[in-house]
T-cell receptor, first 115, second 113 residues
Framework: TQLLEQSPQFLSIQEGENLTVYCNSS?????LQWYRQEPGEGPVLLVT?????EVKKLKRLTFQFGDARKDSSLHITAAQPGDTGLYLC???????????????FGKGTLLTVNP | DSGVTQTPKHLITATGQRVTLRCSPR?????VYWYQQSLDQGLQFLIQ???????AKGNILERFSAQQFPDLHSELNLSSLELGDSALYFC????????????FGQGTRLTVV
């Protein structure tokens, strides 16, 4: 069972369209991050959210952390071909001991933006 | 550039062999994480070190081991390699074990033939 479920798994859209991808869990997270990964490269951190209900904006990207800190969404406005990549959410489960140090990843949403 | 350096970038080896992957964390970061990424499993946490000591362990096989040295670089040793070990191996670093954010290297692509 995947601790973080991301949906959709694949998304192919045209340039200029808007999209939302989701990251859901039954566990509560102390923080949640979104990363973008391009083929052959390592994940690159986009944003960290830590407070329930928090909304952060990064140019055309809007990130929201759920009120209960169990889920998050990423909304992209007017997508561009340069947004193409694997979007990964990751978080640290609220807990104690060593498990709190472990950054758990979802499997990602593979986004393709066609010109 | 995340500041995390991994070598080598590519590695091709035969089944049964042993390889060592190397990671230098960002300047000032004391914590190092190792992840394995395959198409079907996604990014799987293997192990974490902080200032030379193991702090958390994930789904790391007994054939795999890691360590962090006094200069804070880390090595991941993979032995008795099997075809299924072919994957991307990433190292990430953070300032301390509980830090919310981790910064990733570019990875080592291991191919076992």
């Amino acid at each position: 069972t995947q601790l973080l479920e991301q949906s959709p798994q694949f998304l192919s859209i045209q340039e200029g369209e808007n999209l939302t991808v989701y990251c859901n869990s039954s566990s509560v997270f102390s923080s949640l991050q979104w990363y973008r990964q391009e083929p052959g490269e390592g994940p690159v951190l986009l944003v960290t959210v830590v407070t329930g209900g928090e909304v952060k904006k990064l140019k055309r990207l809007t990130f929201q952390f759920g009120d209960a800190r169990k889920d998050s969404s990423l909304h992209i406005t007017a997508a561009q071909p340069g947004d193409t990549g694997l979007y990964l959410c990751a978080g640290k489960v609220v807990g104690s001991g060593g498990s709190n140090y472990k950054l758990t990843f979802g499997k990602g949403t593979l986004l393709t933006v066609n010109p | 550039d995340s500041g995390v350096t991994q070598t080598p970038k590519h590695l091709i080896t035969a089944t049964g062999q042993r390889v060592t992957l190397r990671c230098s964390p960002r300047s000032g970061d004391l914590s190092v994480y190792w992840y394995q990424q395959s198409l079907d499993q996604g990014l799987q946490f293997l192990i974490q070190y902080y200032n030379g000591e193991e702090r958390a362990k994930g789904n790391i096989l007994e054939r795999f081991s890691a360590q962090q040295f006094p200069d804070l670089h880390s090595e991941l040793n993979l032995s008795s390699l099997e075809l299924g070990d072919s994957a991307l191996y990433f190292c990430a670093s953070s300032s301390y074990p509980g830090a919310a954010e981790a910064f990733f290297g570019q990875g080592t692509r291991l191919t076992v033939v």
